[in-house]
């Protein structure tokens, strides 16, 4: 089945700066990749979403990269805020759905410094 | 346009019970998925309804299963619950094109 890795588990960035969150992913038959927001008490918000057909996807300070030959896709946030702070999923799936379930990475907990 | 809801949210149980948990999904939308989220597991996915069949399941014991009706609202059942089974329950709302998830039911075994 389909194995998600995500890089780095811990991120703290100053406030204003981006940050770069890393994924890869095993199945070669993926071709949806949605990024999720969850704050404390929340359930996983949708932030952005990119299929196989596109290689970059952009939403005002958010955007998000994918390489299928390389099967890794990245999320960028830059212009860092306070509310940004929160543990961001990156998930794979053969479809956007929901007929094939996703599968997620283990989170990274992004910290905001002020 | 109301988002996915989740009843209750907060359940305590003890090991041995039973426990049936609710999802409404956002209106229009047929697919209905279930996810456990530990703090060790991370998020993992149990099974997805769609038009009152599952498409799709997760590697979970048959203690867990589920079932939608003809309104799409669903709901999921884990019978003799065990401490390993305390968890963050979410219900993802699915059209043709993502999933949108709801904001959970915390469910604790003593």
Redesign the interface.
């Known amino acids: 089945g389909e194995n998600v890795e995500q890089h780095p588990s811990t991120l703290s960035v100053q406030e204003g700066d981006s940050a770069v969150i890393k994924c890869t992913y095993s199945d070669s038959a993926s071709n949806?990749f949605?990024w999720?927001k969850q704050e404390l008490g929340?359930?996983?918000?949708?932030i952005i979403?990119i299929r196989s057909n596109v290689g970059e996807k952009k939403d005002q300070r958010i955007a998000v990269t994918l390489n299928k030959t390389a099967k890794h896709f990245s999320l960028h946030i830059t212009e860092t805020q306070p509310e940004d702070s929160a543990v961001y999923?990156c998930?794979a799936s053969r479809s956007?759905?929901?007929?094939?379930?996703?599968?997620?990475?283990?989170?990274t907990h992004l910290i905001i410094q002020p | 346009k109301a988002g996915?809801t989740q009843t209750p949210r907060y359940l305590i149980k003890t090991r041995g019970q039973q426990v049936t948990l609710s999802c409404s999904p956002i209106s229009g939308h047929r697919?209905?998925?279930w996810?456990q989220q530990t703090p060790g597991q991370?998020?993992?996915?149990l099974f997805?309804y769609?038009s009152e069949t599952q498409?799709?399941k997760?590697n979970f014991p048959g203690r867990f299963s589920g079932r939608q009706f003809s309104n799409s609202r669903s709901e999921m059942n884990v019978s003799t619950l065990e401490l390993g089974d305390s968890a963050l329950y979410?219900c993802?709302s699915?059209?043709?094109?993502?999933?949108?998830?709801?904001?959970?039911t915390r469910l604790l075994v003593l």
């Open positions: 949806y949605p999720y929340k359930g996983p918000q949708l979403d999923f998930a956007g759905g929901g007929a094939d379930g996703l599968t997620f990475g283990k989170g | 996915v697919s209905v998925s996810y991370g998020l993992q996915f997805e769609f498409r799709n997760g979410l993802a699915g059209n043709q094109e993502t999933q949108y998830f709801g904001p959970g």
